[in-house]
């Protein structure tokens, strides 16, 4: 088993094993604090385990962040984040199926997922979109009472573009997941100040956690995408 566990790890570089170990230390030590949080400590954990999987290229990524999904969910109803509650299980859950079968199907003899750009003219297109079901679907979630509308549009609608880019294996995708990323902290932030809701601490953790993650996994996917090119 120890074999195992130690042939698992030896591709994982010392910022990917020190990110998850340090962002697993300081949200137990708030979860400590705050006595609460099991569910959002648990979100947190495989969150952050998820994201540096899916900076590897790694189709375990998929597994792991279906758990992350399902208490992720929890949190955000709890805290009237509607769109993000339907984002995570109308979207999340059927993708990760998608995504694991795609990933394992465009592999290379290293078992990282073959990576690749996207054109200067679908980068637009992708930009142009994005911010028109933005306004959209803000408006909707205002009229049935969300909180924060506006933001949880932008990460709820960034996140599905995101997510058809990481499926489709694009390295693009990382400059929305920081875009959203950065939203989300501010967002929780925000729980976290009007509600005095200690679990969303932990939650606001796993967020900077993702932003730090998100640009190593950009450079990352590129080196990836440059050696497919190569082989």
């Known amino acids: 088993m120890f074999n195992i566990i130690k042939n698992y790890f030896d591709d994982w570089s010392k910022f990917e094993i020190n990110l998850i170990i340090i962002s697993t230390l300081i949200m137990l030590t708030s979860s400590l604090i705050a006595q609460d949080g099991l569910i959002a400590l648990i979100s947190g954990i495989t969150g952050i385990v998820s994201v ?23 949190l955000s109803f709890n805290n009237k984040l ?18 694991f ?20 003219k679908n980068k637009i297109l992708v930009f142009s979109g994005t911010c028109f079901i933005i ?8 009229t049935i009472g969300g909180y924060l509308p506006l933001v949880d549009a932008i990460t709820t609608i960034s996140t599905v573009i995101a997510v058809l880019l990481m499926v489709f294996r ?9 875009f959203v990323d950065i939203l989300s902290i501010i967002m929780w932030v925000t729980i976290v100040i009007t509600k005095k809701d200690m679990a969303a601490v932990i939650t606001t953790i796993m967020w900077i956690a993702y932003t730090v993650n998100a640009f190593y996994g950009y450079f990352n996917w590129i080196k990836l995408s440059k050696n497919s090119d190569a082989s």
């Open 52 to 74: 540096v999987l899916c900076a590897k290229g790694k189709s375990s990524t998929y597994i792991i962040g279906s758990i992350q999904v399902l208490t992720y969910a929890y």
């Open 82 to 99: 509607y769109g993000e509650v339907m984002l995570n299980l109308l979207y999340y859950i059927p993708m990760n199926i998608i995504g």
């Open 101 to 120: 079968f795609m990933w394992s199907r465009h592999k290379n003899d290293n078992g990282d997922i073959i990576t690749k750009t996207l054109s200067t």
């Open 135 to 142: 306004l959209a679907y803000a408006k909707f979630l205002e």
């Open 170 to 178: 694009y390295a693009e995708q990382w400059f929305l997941w920081l």
